[in-house]
Nanobody
Framework: QVQLQESGPGLVKPSQTLSLTCTVSGASITFSAYAWIWIRQAPGKGLEWLGVIASDGSTYYSPSLESRTSISRDTSKNQFSLQLSSVTPEDTAVYYC?????????WGQGTQVTVSS
């Protein structure tokens, strides 16, 4: 069974960098059929994708967030990570990681991140 679990601080101060990790079990992040995505949902808003990391490690970012977003991976731990720099309160959201197979098919439960001083 495929499972994804987000982890990281729930509170980040403005101007700092938000860092989250997604631990994957039941599927390899290097398997060629899959890609892996970070998505968020701010209060009262819809889903917003931040970026994708492909099975070969290639990354693709939302144009609106590309200057502040970085996605990396640790294949030895079957994890991929998100870094979002220079955060503001507008980055407060529930952050999800998910697997893409045609579309997002397995999701983590989500983690609340609040940006506040």
């Amino acid at each position: 069974q495929v499972q994804l679990q987000e982890s990281g601080p729930g509170l980040v101060k403005p101007s700092q960098t938000l860092s989250l990790t997604c631990t994957v079990s039941g599927a390899s992040i290097t398997f060629s059929a899959y890609a892996w995505i970070w998505i968020r949902q701010a209060p009262g808003k819809g889903l917003e994708w931040l970026g994708v990391i492909a099975s070969d490690g290639s990354t693709y970012y939302s144009p609106s967030l590309e200057s502040r977003t970085s996605i990396s991976r640790d294949t030895s731990k079957n994890q991929f990570s998100l870094q979002l720099s220079s955060v503001t309160p507008e980055d407060t959201a529930v952050y999800y990681c998910a697997r893409i197979f045609v579309g997002p098919d397995y999701w983590g439960q989500g983690t609340q991140v609040t940006v506040s001083s």
